[in-house]
């Protein structure tokens, strides 16, 4: 809860659920409250927000995107001492940055709703409740596949910048980054997952950073998967994962492109560039996540306790 100025107008807003899945609606009540005088509301505005990284020409930026804005009310009055209730629907993107992994938060990740209000020509984005985005059924398939022996989770965040050639309608990308199973370490130094999701299908993108050597720099290979969901929901992941993988390691160039476009350009090399399609359109039956695959994804986690400092953290620099 937050007030409007002293003496002013105190507005709360509150969650049905703090859980959501890209695609979905996340519904509550904005109350507001006049304290000590009449006042003329202008408008109330709910806007999703995250933390967004980005490239700059004297190094790596850090701040907060609003990627989606709802009005849930026009003006109206409110007479000292009354209050009111406005229910709302607020529409989650399907390319919402996932922040929860079996019960665990993603460490690197914040999202929010942001209460706006508006009186007086004056808007203050005041109220800010944290939201807990899980990944939809067909992105919790692929995220089980590295979750089998080897994988280990390094971190997450979002990135501003464009894949080129996706279906993508929100300005960033959210990177989530593992360690490769033993058996690559010496050719791969880590593999990063972005999803691009979409009411008609998944996008999975994949980068991996691959070690230089004595005579050569290293480069980054890439690889393209696009399903619908239900084709994603049965196909098997951890092989065709394992498959891409390996081709990158052999070096072989029919599984991969490679390129050196830096992070945040449009470099047709890049990741923002050109990307291998699979053309991937089916596969085997997905025979059930083997038993302990939770608890191999989570243990690269930091606790969901340190959520709240960073998240608040984030967000008074955001208002600095």
């Excluded at 999701?197 to 230089?212: I, N, Q």
Aim: glycine content about 14%.
């Amino acid at each position: 809860m937050w007030a409007f100025g002293v003496g002013g107008p105190s507005v709360d807003t509150v969650l049905a659920s703090p859980h959501c899945r890209p695609g979905e609606h996340l519904s509550g009540d904005v109350r507001i409250a006049a304290a000590d005088f009449d006042v003329e509301v202008q408008q109330v505005t709910l806007g999703l927000v995250t933390r967004v990284e980005s490239e700059r020409a004297e190094g790596e930026g850090v701040g907060t995107s609003e990627f989606h804005r709802l009005e849930v009310s026009g003006s109206f009055q409110l007479r000292a001492g009354a209050s009111k209730t406005i229910p709302f629907r607020l529409p989650v993107p399907w390319e919402t940055p996932v922040t929860e992994v079996y019960g665990q938060h993603l460490h690197g990740m914040t999202i929010g709703v942001r209460t706006e209000l508006a009186i007086a020509k004056a808007v203050d984005k005041g109220d800010l409740d944290e939201v807990s985005v899980r990944p939809t059924s067909s992105q919790q398939r692929v995220l089980e596949a590295f979750s089998q022996p080897g994988f280990q989770f390094k971190g997450a965040d979002v990135e501003l910048g464009q894949i080129y050639g996706a279906p993508q309608q929100l300005p960033f990308y959210q990177e989530i980054e593992f360690y490769p199973p033993p058996d690559y370490q010496g050719s791969v130094n880590e593999v990063e997952l972005t999803f691009v999701a979409g009411p008609g299908g998944l996008m999975v993108v994949l980068e991996a950073d691959k070690r230089g050597g004595m005579f050569h720099s290293g480069t980054d290979a890439y690889g393209r998967f696009h399903l619908d969901h239900d084709q994603a929901l049965h196909a098997d992941w951890a092989t065709e994962i394992s498959g891409w993988l390996q081709s990158v390691a052999d070096q072989h160039c029919g599984g991969f492109h490679t390129g050196h476009g830096p992070h945040g350009n449009h470099d047709p090399n890049g990741k923002h560039g050109h990307h291998d399609e699979h053309g991937h359109r089916g596969g085997p039956g997905w025979g059930g996540a083997a038993a302990g695959v939770a608890a191999g994804f989570v243990g690269g986690m930091v606790a969901g306790e340190v959520l709240e400092e960073v998240f608040e953290e984030v967000f008074e620099d955001d208002e600095d």
